[in-house]
């Protein structure tokens, strides 16, 4: 029979594997602890929503080693949100969040 230090042990082993399986990366010092990590795989970043208005929405975006990937007013294209969630994101792409319904926080020009 295990001891209790051995199933300690053995949970603390298996929750660490399945956040790696899960590609979920460390939080770098640079990201605040508001950041959720949101999307999948290399896909993923660190965001930080703000407040909302209308459909332009406050956000920071990182990269999973830290670096900002974008930064302020993004406009909501497709189906109205009353909140973003982290497990709502697809992906990072080509400056703007991509979200899984098919609506996208694209930069507001300034």
């Known amino acids: 029979?295990?001891?209790?230090?051995?199933?300690?042990?053995?949970?603390?082993?298996?929750?660490?594997?399945?956040?790696?399986?899960?590609?979920?990366?460390?939080?770098?010092a640079v990201v605040p602890a508001e950041a959720q990590w949101a999307g999948e795989g290399r896909r993923g970043v660190f965001l930080k929503v703000g407040p909302h208005q209308g459909?332009?929405?406050?956000?920071?975006?990182?990269?999973?080693?830290?670096?900002?990937?974008?930064?302020?007013?993004?406009?909501?294209?497709?189906?109205?949100?009353?909140?973003?969630?982290?497990?709502e994101v697809l992906a990072w792409e080509n400056g703007a969040l991509q979200l899984k319904d098919g609506t996208w926080l694209v930069p507001e020009k300034p």
């Open 55 to 87: 459909t332009l929405w406050q956000l920071e975006v990182w990269d999973r080693k830290g670096k900002v990937l974008g930064a302020g007013s993004f406009r909501l294209r497709g189906f109205a949100k009353a909140e973003i969630v982290s497990d």
């Open 1 to 28: 029979m295990a001891r209790p230090s051995q199933i300690l042990v053995m949970t603390t082993f298996s929750l660490g594997l399945l956040v790696a399986c899960r590609g979920v990366p460390a939080r770098p």
